[in-house]
């Protein structure tokens, strides 16, 4: 938030066409409408930096330290930049996650494309890699409505990444599991994992060697209990038909 009180700034370059006038009046004109123009470009070098910079930030000192102030300090510009390209902080927070969440949802596309995509799922949600962002974020849900309607939206995504790409895997028999199976499957691999990974990050270990055998099992009993009845219905098959003659 800016300070009541005007705090002077070193003034900074800003991009080509923009004069400090129209930054100090973004800065003062309030939210911005529903629908307004986007400033600067999404591939530009500082708006990346930024992003970084935030990311950064929020892993290692929690999302309370990430301010325009603090995001221009560690970047070497001044707020009015941050402002520049985010007139609000929810509005960089949504960008943050966006772009997080479509790094983890390629991630996550080229992990259920591999030969065992049940256990490359499982692995992938108990790494700890992006627990402290993910931790975070669903605590800065908790104050920003904004933030909190984008993680759902993001989360249906990925959620629906892996119930389609399963369901159609396991109708094909790629997997070896019942497709009504699926959801339950998915919610036991991904939810246990997440816990997994926010304990790694904790430095907590007790029960997950247990947890990890507990999910083999799991994938493959879900694989012999939908294999089993086929394989019984063939037997059944070839005994009930009658021998060729010569035979």
């Not at 930030?57 to 102030?69: D, F, I, K, P, Q």
């Not at 300090?73 to 007139?87: D, I, K, R, S």
């Not at 997080?100 to 799922?121: F, G, M, T, W, Y």
Request: with cysteine; hydrophobic share 45%.
């Amino acid at each position: 938030m800016l300070s009541a009180n005007p705090v002077p700034v070193q003034l900074c370059p800003l991009p080509s066409g923009l004069r400090w006038p129209h930054v100090v009046h973004s800065l003062n004109a309030g939210p911005p409408m529903t629908g307004q123009k986007r400033m600067g470009t999404a591939s530009s070098a500082t708006r990346v930096r930024l992003l970084d910079v935030a990311e950064r930030l929020m892993v290692e000192e929690g999302y309370a330290a990430v301010t325009s102030r603090r995001i221009a300090q560690a970047a070497g510009v001044t707020p009015p930049l941050v402002h520049y390209y985010w007139h609000t902080m929810d509005e960089m927070f949504i960008e943050l996650l966006a772009r997080i969440a479509d790094e983890n949802l390629a991630r996550q596309e080229r992990v259920l494309a591999s030969p065992e995509p049940l256990q490359a799922l499982w692995k992938l949600t108990s790494h700890p890699a992006g627990a402290a962002a993910t931790a975070e974020f669903a605590l800065l849900a908790l104050h920003r409505p904004s933030v909190r309607a984008e993680i759902a939206r993001h989360a249906l995504r990925f959620r629906a990444q892996q119930f389609d790409v399963l369901k159609s895997l396991a109708a094909r028999g790629d997997l070896g599991i019942d497709p009504a199976d699926v959801p339950g499957i998915v919610f036991a691999l991904t939810g246990m994992g997440r816990i997994i990974g926010q304990e790694i990050e904790l430095g907590i270990s007790i029960g997950h060697e247990e947890a990890e055998e507990f999910v083999k099992r799991l994938i493959s009993t879900s694989q012999g209990a939908a294999t089993t009845p086929r394989t019984r219905a063939s037997k059944t098959s070839a005994a009930g038909r009658r021998p060729k003659a010569g035979a």
